[in-house]
């Protein structure tokens, strides 16, 4: 029986200091990977990862991945969260930006990101990192914040490492 991770409660929507949320993300790191080790199969991985990084990223309202289904379309993966939308084309969103272009996308006001798709009109900031497998861009991570620049360089690089460790 799995007990998810042991972290401090914070309560949902909080946007702690950037120092303060590196170092619960730091925390909440080798736990996360314990819990997916040894595990290959793709769905396991990314609800797993859904559910322990929404527990991790108080300041997220949606966590979860957008899988590649077609050479250029993505659909909805694992996810915590209110609905997302179902389907983004390539050319469409921060999601299909990522997609596309296999760059990570730290968007501190998607309101000045032409082509955002507002699932939740309550996302003011973003952050979206490409999942290889190979040199594919096979799904991507999609988190969420109702805060204007909820999400930081520092914390791309980890989940960019934890990603990159994880998929292979
Ligand atoms: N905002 C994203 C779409 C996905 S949802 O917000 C869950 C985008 O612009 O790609």
């Not at 914070?10 to 993300?25: F, H, I, M, N, S």
Request: proline share 5%; with cysteine; charged share 20%.
């Amino acid at each position: 029986m799995s007990e998810g991770i042991l972290l401090a409660k914070v309560a949902r929507g909080t946007l702690l200091p950037e120092a303060a949320r590196v170092a619960r993300l730091q925390e909440a790191l080798p736990q996360i990977r314990a819990a997916v080790a040894g595990e290959t199969d793709e769905v396991a991985l990314q609800a797993t990862l859904a559910c322990l990084l929404w527990e991790t990223l108080a300041q997220a309202n949606w966590c979860g991945f957008y899988r590649r289904v077609e050479a250029s379309l993505l659909a909805v993966g694992p996810y915590q969260g209110g609905m997302g939308c179902l389907r983004i084309p390539f050319d469409r969103g921060v999601c299909g930006a990522c997609a596309r272009t296999g760059l990570t996308q730290l968007v501190a006001d998607v309101h000045a990101f032409p082509g955002h798709i507002a699932c939740d009109g309550a996302t003011r900031s973003e952050l979206v990192i490409p999942v290889r497998v190979g040199d594919r861009v096979v799904a991507v991570l999609d988190l969420d914040s109702p805060h204007l620049d909820g999400f930081s360089p520092p914390e791309a690089r980890i989940l960019e490492d934890l990603l990159a460790c994880t998929f292979r």
